[in-house]
């Protein structure tokens, strides 16, 4: 069974950086596109960016271009997740996710999803 677990989220102030870790077992991990979304009190969830399994290719909402960044480590079943110059807009639970044997889009449609680390920017 596929486990996702997310971690260093926390508190920053607007303009800072933190940087997301997902950490997935189960398997079909280097197989898989992975990626990041994020849900608001009283918002949908939302895309953040997603990497294909070869780190070929990358995609990211257009609230977060430019200031976030994906990336993954095939070797040790990872992600990762930069984000920098941090607004109180970007705050929200993140969650990571895998989309077995897909291609990575803003679209794809994810099989596993971790329980969320919650990001709270504030000035």
């Known amino acids: 069974q596929v486990q996702l677990v997310e971690s260093g989220g926390g508190s920053v102030q607007v303009g800072g950086s933190l940087r997301l870790s997902c950490t997935a077992s189960?398997?079909?991990?280097?197989?898989?596109?992975m990626g990041w979304f994020r849900q608001a009190p009283g918002k949908e969830r939302e895309f953040v960016a997603a990497i294909s399994p070869g780190d070929i290719s990358k995609y990211y909402g257009d609230s977060v271009k430019g200031r976030f960044t994906i990336s993954r480590d095939n070797a040790k079943n990872m992600v990762y997740l930069q984000m920098n110059s941090l607004k109180s807009g970007d705050t929200a639970v993140y969650y990571c996710?895998?989309?077995?044997?897909?291609?990575?889009?803003?679209?794809?449609?994810?099989?596993?999803w971790g329980q969320g680390t919650q990001v709270t920017v504030s000035s």
């Open positions: 189960g398997g079909a991990f280097s197989f898989s596109a």
């Open positions: 996710a895998q989309a077995v044997g897909q291609r990575a889009s803003m679209s794809m449609r994810c099989d596993y």
